[in-house]
């Protein structure tokens, strides 16, 4: 049974640059959740995908956007990065249209130069 | 908007000793409170979760308790063990609310 996957594992840009992440839910679940995780910090909510629609948005620009295919995969895009976007990007996944415990992948590592 | 205060931010605990870490939330929600374990170079990993008609709820050394009236769960690691030692993270739902709240963190250190 496999548990929710990332990719890619790290990822270095530059100031400006536009970068793309991918995430694979656990099988059995429909709900799709991304969070932001600063070095030394807790994850922060960024936004939530269920039914390819984004449900609920937490406190990020609109550099940050995201979607949700037919098979319950999601893709997190940023635009523009700017240095203080580098974090660990954790994608985290659930069933169900209620709240439940959600698993979480082990991340990208994402570094901006 | 749901705060979650975790505490201690650190601890160090020997071999075989009890961990306590203790979270507060504000809002009031219905769903589930859940503690991740988290590795360096890690995600965080569901470790155990409660729902809120429980007071307790204990699965092998690790133990949830949870006080509704006074906003309050902690976490209990009984009989703590060097492969215990790492980051733990309580986590919240808001009212109404899909995303969770975290705390900050509480690194632990189980000295052998």
């Known amino acids: 049974d496999a548990g929710v996957t990332q990719s890619p594992t790290h990822l270095i840009k530059t100031r400006g640059q536009q970068v793309t992440l991918r995430c694979s839910p656990k099988s059995g679940h429909d709900t799709v959740s991304w969070y932001q995780q600063a070095l030394g910090q807790g994850p922060q909510f960024i936004f939530q995908y269920y039914e390819e629609e984004e449900r609920q948005r937490g406190n990020f620009p609109d550099r940050f956007s995201g979607h949700q295919f037919p098979n319950y995969s999601s893709e997190l895009n940023v635009n523009a990065l700017l240095l203080g976007d580098s974090a660990l990007y954790l994608c985290?996944?659930?069933?169900?249209?209620?709240?439940?415990?959600?698993?979480f992948g082990d991340g990208t590592r994402l570094s901006i130069l | 908007q749901q705060q979650v205060k975790q505490s201690p931010q650190s601890l160090i605990v020997q071999k075989g000793g009890i961990s306590i870490i203790n979270c507060a939330y504000e809002?009031?929600?219905?769903?589930?409170f859940p503690w991740y374990q988290q590795f360096p170079g890690k995600g965080p990993a569901l470790l155990i979760a409660?729902?809120?008609?429980?007071s307790e709820k204990k699965e092998g050394r690790f133990t949830i308790s949870f006080n509704k009236s006074a906003k309050q769960f902690s976490l209990h690691i009984m009989d703590s063990q060097p492969g215990d030692s790492a980051t733990y993270f309580c986590a919240a739902p808001g009212f109404n609310d899909y995303k969770l709240s975290f705390g900050a963190g509480t690194t632990v250190t189980v000295r052998a």
């Open positions: 985290a996944s659930s069933s169900g249209d209620s709240n439940q415990p959600q698993h």
């Open positions: 809002n009031t929600a219905f769903d589930y």
């Open positions: 409660i729902r809120p008609d429980v």
